[in-house]
């Protein structure tokens, strides 16, 4: 499918003059409409909810739009539970998913309600000791090793990863916490990372109901929510097919009836923990052409490096590039498009087809709005970028500022010496 930019070349030369690049920008109408569409696609579950992955786009202007929808927060350290109670969700209205979980954590958890989801047998214990008692409602994570396979070819290797409990260990888990008095139980599973196939929820939704009736089965306990986790992709690459959320909801349906349904199960509640379909592709980088080099290999600087986007330098991840303005032009130019890091694998693209780029030309990095700000960093003294929102009604908002030098001298006790500085 061709990838065109949700905004136009003149609505970013406004922006431009006010946010300086670069800048992650975002779709809202996008975002909305992707809500409406899940809503849709999960309507036939009386409990269905989504518990966005706070840390896929951990912004609370975004959050509290998604929050309109029903979706909640799924967190994973204490500032996301923060962040979470920032845009008003408390108790069920977050999934507090973590590993290697510090004492602290769970305690903050417990302190507002947030449902736990564990991911170790011996968490049990340890959230006992840590917070003096087990609530009433818990949740488990659930590994089930191996290769996660679909039509043959492996989508992902659970056996290599280091979360969740084996079924062994789960069925024991919810005996002890049975015994301990909690009354309320979910399953939790992760099997595989951007998926761009329809059938990932489908699939893993059958190893989970399956499972969820052997508990019965095996412990006498009822599981009554079961979480899909994160994992639904997005098409990075021209040349993907979209995921369709309302076959994937009614693939989804459809294994419930045939497994949940004639187990007597068919009041369980479908949780999702969606990151990357919620806000990946609503968000682009913008960045400008600032330097072209010509050594062994054309090259493009730009303004913006891999402390705004690293997926690229970390996984070789591909992010689709439009030279704004230049759309209908030929891609006759091969480039290698760079930040200034001082890091070779500081590139947004390497090899790329593109068309000619001048020196002031506006970049658009697509697919950023999912795990490019969030992953941000400070390497080089390099600072945060500016957030910015386009809204439905065509106006921006800036909702989150640029770091400045002064943030950065902020944490050094005794050397936060910005304001002497040469300025
Ligand atoms: C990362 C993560 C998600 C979101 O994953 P996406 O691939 O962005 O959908 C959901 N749940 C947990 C526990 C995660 O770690």
Same mark, same amino acid.
């Given at each position: 499918?061709?990838?065109?930019?949700?905004?136009?070349?003149?609505?970013?030369?406004?922006?431009?003059?006010?946010?300086?690049?670069? #800048?992650?920008?975002?779709?809202?109408?996008?975002?909305?409409?992707?809500?409406?569409?899940?809503?849709? $696609?999960? $309507?036939?579950?009386?409990?269905?909810?989504?518990?966005?992955?706070?840390?896929?786009?951990?912004?609370?202007?975004?959050?509290?739009?998604?929050?309109?929808? *029903?979706?909640?927060?799924?967190?994973?350290?204490?500032?996301?539970?923060?962040?979470?109670?920032?845009?008003?969700?408390?108790?069920?209205?977050?999934?507090?998913?973590?590993?290697?979980?510090?004492?602290?954590?769970?305690?903050?958890?417990?302190?507002?309600?947030?449902?736990?989801?564990?991911?170790?047998?011996?968490?049990?214990?340890?959230?006992?000791?840590?917070?003096?008692?087990?609530?009433?409602?818990?949740?488990?994570?659930?590994?089930?090793?191996?290769?996660?396979?679909?039509?043959?070819?492996?989508?992902?290797?659970?056996?290599?990863?280091?979360?969740?409990?084996?079924?062994?260990? =789960? #069925?024991?888990?919810?005996?002890?916490?049975?015994?301990? *008095?909690?009354?309320?139980?979910?399953?939790?599973?992760?099997?595989?990372?951007?998926?761009?196939?329809?059938?990932?929820?489908?699939?893993?939704?059958?190893?989970?109901?399956?499972?969820?009736?052997?508990?019965?089965?095996?412990?006498?306990?009822?599981?009554?929510?079961?979480?899909?986790?994160? *994992?639904?992709?997005?098409?990075?690459?021209?040349?993907?097919?979209?995921?369709?959320?309302?076959?994937?909801?009614?693939?989804?349906?459809?294994?419930?009836?045939?497994?949940?349904?004639? $187990?007597?199960? &068919?009041?369980?509640?479908?949780?999702?923990?969606?990151?990357?379909?919620?806000?990946?592709?609503? &968000?682009?980088?913008?960045?400008?052409?600032?330097?072209?080099?010509?050594?062994?290999?054309?090259?493009?600087? %730009?303004?913006?490096?891999?402390?705004?986007?690293?997926?690229?330098?970390?996984? *070789?991840?591909?992010?689709?590039?439009?030279?704004?303005?230049?759309?209908?032009?030929?891609?006759?130019?091969?480039?290698?498009?760079?930040?200034?890091? %001082?890091?070779?694998?500081?590139?947004?693209?390497?090899?790329?087809?593109?068309?000619?780029?001048?020196? &002031?030309?506006?970049?658009?990095?697509?697919?950023?709005?999912?795990?490019?700000?969030?992953?941000?960093?400070?390497?080089?003294?390099?600072?945060?970028?500016?957030?910015?929102? =386009?809204?439905?009604?065509?106006?921006?908002?800036?909702?989150?500022?640029?770091?400045?030098?002064?943030?950065?001298?902020?944490?050094?006790?005794?050397?936060?010496?910005?304001?002497?500085?040469?300025?």
């Amino acid at each position: 499918m061709k990838k065109v930019p949700f905004v136009t070349k003149e609505k970013l030369e406004e922006i431009v003059r006010d946010v300086p690049t670069p #800048f992650h920008i975002y779709d809202e109408a996008g975002i909305r409409r992707n809500c409406e569409a899940i809503k849709k $696609a999960f $309507a036939w579950n009386q409990g269905y909810k989504e518990y966005f992955a706070v840390k896929a786009c951990p912004n609370p202007f975004l959050i509290k739009i998604m929050k309109e929808y *029903g979706c909640g927060c799924d967190c994973s350290s204490l500032t996301e539970l923060m962040l979470s109670q920032a845009v008003g969700c408390v108790g069920d209205d977050i999934m507090f998913s973590s590993n290697a979980t510090p004492a602290e954590e769970f305690r903050y958890a417990r302190k507002y309600n947030a449902i736990i989801n564990l991911d170790d047998f011996t968490h049990i214990a340890f959230l006992e000791k840590v917070t003096g008692s087990l609530p009433k409602k818990l949740s488990c994570r659930y590994n089930p090793g191996g290769m996660f396979k679909v039509s043959n070819d492996i989508m992902d290797n659970p056996g290599d990863s280091k979360y969740g409990m084996t079924k062994e260990q =789960l #069925f024991e888990a919810y005996r002890v916490l049975k015994e301990k *008095g909690v009354e309320e139980f979910g399953i939790h599973a992760f099997l595989a990372s951007n998926t761009v196939t329809n059938e990932y929820y489908p699939l893993l939704a059958k190893v989970l109901f399956e499972t969820v009736v052997e508990i019965r089965e095996k412990t006498g306990v009822e599981i009554s929510f079961i979480n899909l986790s994160g *994992g639904v992709g997005i098409p990075y690459r021209p040349d993907q097919e979209p995921n369709d959320i309302l076959e994937i909801g009614e693939g989804v349906r459809k294994v419930y009836e045939e497994v949940l349904v004639p $187990a007597g199960l &068919g009041k369980a509640a479908i949780y999702t923990e969606m990151g990357r379909f919620m806000t990946g592709p609503y &968000g682009g980088l913008v960045t400008t052409a600032i330097h072209e080099k010509h050594i062994h290999k054309e090259y493009i600087g %730009c303004d913006a490096c891999a402390v705004n986007l690293m997926r690229p330098a970390i996984y *070789g991840a591909y992010h689709h590039i439009t030279v704004m303005g230049k759309e209908h032009a030929p891609c006759d130019h091969m480039y290698d498009v760079t930040g200034s890091l %001082c890091e070779n694998c500081d590139k947004f693209a390497i090899d790329r087809m593109l068309p000619e780029i001048a020196i &002031g030309d506006l970049l658009f990095i697509h697919d950023t709005g999912a795990h490019g700000f969030a992953m941000g960093y400070n390497y080089n003294g390099k600072l945060r970028s500016a957030e910015v929102l =386009l809204k439905e009604d065509g106006s921006y908002q800036v909702i989150r500022r640029a770091e400045t030098p002064r943030d950065y001298f902020a944490t050094f006790d005794g050397f936060d010496v910005y304001d002497k500085l040469f300025l």
